[in-house]
């Protein structure tokens, strides 16, 4: 979890909706709500297919049970369950459970509800059907371990932040967070344009260079890289890196693959139209990243991430397939319309 403060609190929540979001990324759910109550603790509700709950044939005990008790047991080992997947290690929620006071998760599938409540990771009963259903989904509900962590009072903005990237990062994915405590409030937050509509959000109150961000999307070697970036006159770089939708905070080998690219892009681009011609070198990567906005999203098979709360990509192929897409999409985008290029060359060139 990282800390054992407010980090390590929200990180708790996040580990929960990350299983949501893999399903959301397999297109198994579109709709994940999160509830704080009163009491501090959270409900996190989405309507996949549930987690399953027939007997483990290695374990004896339900396959619910092993997911939310075993570290290493998630559907991240399967191959057949996600093509791609956010969580790594396959431990995020089981380690929620065992720094909780109780978590209680419900799961509809099969035509059932199956209930199982823990303490402190410990299941209290095996997991049984409680009812009947036609719809499928988990519900995880948990109270953080008031003897593990500083405090369990939950900062909503700081939910509602990470949920509003999440919503972003997956284009018409519909995330609701409600908190009950005080003056009850929520938000919805879903978003038809994904990282397009990100880079518009971020740049909202900015002087934009045109008006609609330059984006562009492919694959290679199994990588999907996504990007967009707008360029405003203010002197600022605001960059957003992604892998499997965790924000790579320390960014990794997508982002040094982009950066690079982006400053060969620009100056090739610059001294081939002779728009260099007051100065004796070529622009500086912070020359080109004066006034830009960019958001890159990865989705890969098997990210390598430096430090167990995953804040920075290691994959060491991934720098050249980014550099390799940004080259050509970047440079085609430039030859197609010379007035923006030419203004982002200007800029940087100021």
Request: charged share 25%; hydrophobic share 35%; aromatic share 8%.
């Amino acid at each position: 979890m990282g800390s054992t403060g407010a980090r390590g609190l929200h990180h708790l929540v996040f580990e929960v909706v990350d299983n949501s979001i893999d399903e959301a990324i397999n297109k198994y759910c579109d709709q994940i709500k999160v509830t704080i109550h009163i009491d501090n603790s959270v409900t996190v509700e989405d309507n996949g297919r549930g987690i399953p709950v027939e007997l483990h044939p290695q374990a004896k005990k339900s396959s619910l049970e092993v997911v939310m008790t075993m570290l290493h047991a998630g559907g991240k080992f399967d191959a057949k369950s996600y093509q791609i997947s956010g969580g790594l290690h396959g431990v995020g929620v089981s380690v929620v459970n065992a720094l909780s006071e109780w978590l209680e998760v419900e799961v509809k599938r099969d035509g059932g509800v199956y209930r199982q409540v823990y303490e402190r990771g410990k299941p209290k009963e095996p997991a049984k059907q409680i009812g009947k259903s036609k719809t499928t989904g988990t519900k995880v509900t948990f109270l953080p371990d008031k003897q593990i962590f500083e405090s369990i009072e939950f900062h909503y903005d700081i939910l509602a932040q990470r949920l509003r990237e999440l919503a972003f990062l997956n284009a018409e994915l519909r995330i609701i967070l409600i908190d009950e405590r005080g003056e009850p409030r929520s938000e919805e937050f879903y978003y038809k344009g994904g990282i397009i509509a990100f880079v518009e959000y971020l740049n909202r109150n900015k002087n934009v260079f045109h008006k609609k961000p330059i984006s562009f999307m492919d694959t290679k070697d199994g990588v999907v890289v996504e990007i967009a970036l707008q360029y405003n006159d203010s002197y600022n770089e605001q960059f957003f890196s992604y892998a499997n939708f965790i924000h790579t905070t320390e960014g990794g080998t997508h982002e040094i693959g982009f950066k690079s690219a982006l400053t060969r892009t620009i100056n090739n681009y610059a001294q081939a139209n002779n728009l260099l011609r007051n100065l004796k070198s070529n622009l500086s990567g912070e020359d080109v990243r004066e006034g830009l906005t960019a958001v890159i999203s990865l989705k890969l098979r098997d990210p390598q991430f430096e430090g167990q709360t995953k804040t920075k990509l290691g994959n060491s192929d991934v720098k050249g397939i980014v550099e390799s897409i940004t080259n050509e999409k970047l440079s085609a985008f430039f030859e197609e319309n010379p007035p923006i290029a030419r203004k982002i060359v200007f800029k940087s060139v100021e």
